[in-house]
């Protein structure tokens, strides 16, 4: 079983607030990934990392902006929640060739 | 067009049948990936294939790498199956990104 989690796994939150989504892996893997889906749809990729202090943006442009201080931690940040951010949040990462994905955050801005 | 392609986009199935799901790939890939989300959103790594063919239970995946193609297939299937199976692909080049399909919607009924 993988050790990568993501909290919270529902939040419903009002327009303009901020908040952070975390991730997090007990496995050492360098590389890190978050995924926008929205229902009934494909998983884009918004922000990866290749190891602490990189962060790179993804294939779907997302306002959300993450970090990697620790290896093991990989935040998403959202300064003002609006609700087109309304979508689920999977975070992932990898190893060699193997991913393992969290839970999923779903969030909904109200 | 995708660079995943999957099909059907959605399948039912009556309890016990023989189930296929397909995916083909139009770019150079390291590895593909079968993955298993269900209703809660999260998700769930079944196969890693780079070639040939795996096994795990009831669930059988296999590869044509010349054809540039996978498919998944359940035998015995049972309403816990019922899920959406998603592929995706590790790319050979590039930033080491996976690239995924939109998913096969699979209900199996008792």
């Known amino acids: 079983e993988a050790d990568i989690y993501q909290t919270p796994r529902y939040l419903v939150i009002g327009t303009g607030k901020k908040i952070t989504l975390e991730c997090s892996q007990t496995m050492g893997h360098d590389k890190m990934y978050w995924y926008q889906q929205d229902p009934g749809m494909e998983l884009h990729l918004i922000h990866y990392s290749y190891g602490v202090n990189s962060t790179e943006k993804g294939d779907l442009s997302s306002e959300s902006t993450v970090s990697r201080i620790r290896t093991e931690h990989f935040p998403l940040t959202l300064e003002s929640a609006r609700p087109s951010h309304t979508s689920q949040y999977l975070c992932?990462?990898?190893?060699?060739?193997?991913?393992?994905f969290g839970q999923g955050t779903r969030l909904t801005v109200v | 067009k995708n660079e995943v392609e999957q099909s059907p986009q959605n399948l039912t199935a009556q309890e016990g049948e023989f189930i296929t799901i397909n995916c083909s790939y139009s770019v150079g890939i390291s590895a593909l990936h079968w993955l298993q989300q269900h209703p809660g959103g999260g998700i769930v790594s079944l196969f890693m294939?780079?070639?040939g063919k795996k096994k795990h239970g009831r669930l059988i995946a296999t590869i044509n790498i010349q054809e540039k193609h996978s498919s998944l297939h359940i035998t015995a299937s049972h309403p816990r199956d019922s899920a959406v199976y998603i592929c995706a692909v590790s790319t050979s080049q590039g930033t080491d990104k996976l690239i995924f399909g939109t998913g096969t919607r699979l209900q199996v009924f008792p």
């Open positions: 294939l780079s070639s």
């Open positions: 992932a990462s990898r190893w060699n060739t193997e991913a393992f």
